[in-house]
């Protein structure tokens, strides 16, 4: 199975609203709840996919229930996480039905206790010895040491299992130094880690200071990989407008796939952008629409090179 | 005991955000949950005033259960709330740090089956037998017949409960002329009952359409009553700036208090604007600040005439 870790987990509700007025009280029309947290997005793409993922992390309160019950409600996804005492987070995302743009409001989370932070670590070893890939992804809640990553790295690393790892600021500087297999920074994510603007200098940095592969997301102009074994550059064969939340999961989604099918990178990258690009017209992080997604995978440009053995 | 009747039960949710922008990420400093809908409010401040109170009314769903477990927390409270099928309904206020202004969302909120309407009468002719006083609050929920309160007042007083009625448009219409012994329109409410924007003509109007007595409320400028034994005038001692959400509620609360008690008129007044005011200063409907509440109820000016006997 794959393997998807969640520290911060969510339960993501959206309002649809006609017209938003701050100051003014509003009639929300239409209210949808997901799993939230984009570990428990890219294991409910990999489970649409036909893989079989457990999802660990943390959920507590009334709404890491309502995670937990609506989770094991998704055919493919095995519930692994670790009860803690504080209630797990919520965000409202706000659409506003008149112009498409979405208004996020998200709730600080709870605080994790030491002994939360090592139950979980036991039960991520257990997890561990049956993985094909691991995942590691999005934000630390409070309480759990910034350098939470890098250990969970190298754990999986212990254990022969490839790790990729999507995260952003400390956090990821740090993962990033215990070398896990792949890393999916965006490009504002990728300047704050090296400094550079340039994307090509920038996946070089990240090399140097420990990831062995590193695919970018250039937003609508595709994605950029630079990996042990040659270096490529993934366009869409369409330009799309909608909202991108959880795009960058399902990226991350079709990389696990591609992994695990030990698919070339070619491969790899026209799935994972197919995935993403497919999500932008899916109501919501987690989703897509799959007609768009088996016509876009066999249409994505792929250009680059193989390195010299 | 009092009765209080919350058709449209709601979890109410505060969020505190440091400048709300539309179409851009918030985080969330500050997280407040409390039992919400006008009769739970109303609830609360009697039962903080030392009355016993039964509340009734929906709930269901997850958000119900969590109304229901706060509820029970309140001493002075019976939870006599009826289960449904559907969930009850959030409401989320983000109050903007920055400005003092809040932005409210709220949920649509579930549809009632007849089955659930006809298992609440029996519950509510039940609770009639040992209630001093019964008030019927807030919105109807979907499902619910529009005429709903004005069957609820005409079994109040088939039971000899005085009944208070404190809701807004068709409901308000149908439920006056069924005879309620108290109404506490705000002068929108009011005016759309009546078709006039002067308070005085309005009272009058809502009396000759069945209301026994009415107290209008004028916001700022205090309460006007127009009652069988006289009409008053209650002015606020001092002018106030704070968030107003719930201080009717409060308003409701105080008269029903004066009535249990069988306080004259005008100390009924004085308690019910005391108590609203002081609920601008509380963090949140069915609070109030009581040392100001102790303050303000002795100072709080009374000017009207009794009737001739």
């Not at 095995?78 to 506003?96: F, K």
């Not at 937003?219 to 990989?225: H, M, N, T």
Request: charge should be neutral.
């Amino acid at each position: 199975m794959i393997l998807t870790v969640t520290l911060n987990t969510a339960l993501d509700i959206t309002y649809r609203v006609s017209g938003l007025r701050p100051h003014t009280t509003h009639r929300v029309t239409d209210v949808l709840e997901r799993p939230g947290g984009k570990g428990l997005n890219v294991a409910r793409v990999l489970a649409a996919l036909g893989h079989e993922v457990t999802a660990t992390g943390f959920a507590g309160g009334v709404t890491g229930k309502v995670v937990q019950d609506q989770l094991t409600r998704v055919p493919g996804v095995v519930d692994a996480l670790v009860p803690i005492s504080g209630t797990t987070r919520r965000t409202v995302a706000v659409v506003d039905t008149r112009t498409g743009d979405t208004t996020q409001l998200n709730e600080p989370g709870p605080v994790v206790t030491p002994a939360e932070w090592n139950a979980f670590l036991e039960v991520y070893d257990g997890l561990l010895a049956s993985a094909s890939a691991v995942a590691l992804c999005g934000s630390l809640p409070q309480g759990v040491p910034v350098g939470a990553y890098a250990g969970l790295v190298r754990a999986a690393r212990a254990a022969g299992v490839p790790v990729l790892l999507d995260t952003s600021g400390e956090p990821l500087r740090r993962g990033v130094a215990a070398r896990p297999d792949l890393i999916t920074p965006n490009v504002d994510e990728l300047a704050e880690l090296t400094g550079s603007h340039d994307p090509l200098t920038a996946v070089r940095d990240a090399r140097r200071r420990g990831a062995r592969s590193i695919i970018a997301s250039l937003g609508p102009e595709g994605l950029l990989a630079l990996t042990p074994e040659g270096r490529w550059r993934a366009t869409p064969p369409t330009r799309l407008h909608g909202n991108p939340t959880g795009a960058g999961d399902s990226t991350t989604a079709g990389l696990l796939s591609g992994l695990t099918h030990q698919l070339p990178w070619p491969e790899r990258l026209s799935r994972a952008l197919a995935l993403s690009m497919a999500t932008v017209l899916a109501p919501g992080a987690g989703e897509f629409d799959r007609g768009a997604y088996e016509e876009w995978v066999g249409r994505v440009v792929v250009r680059g090179e193989v390195n010299a053995a």
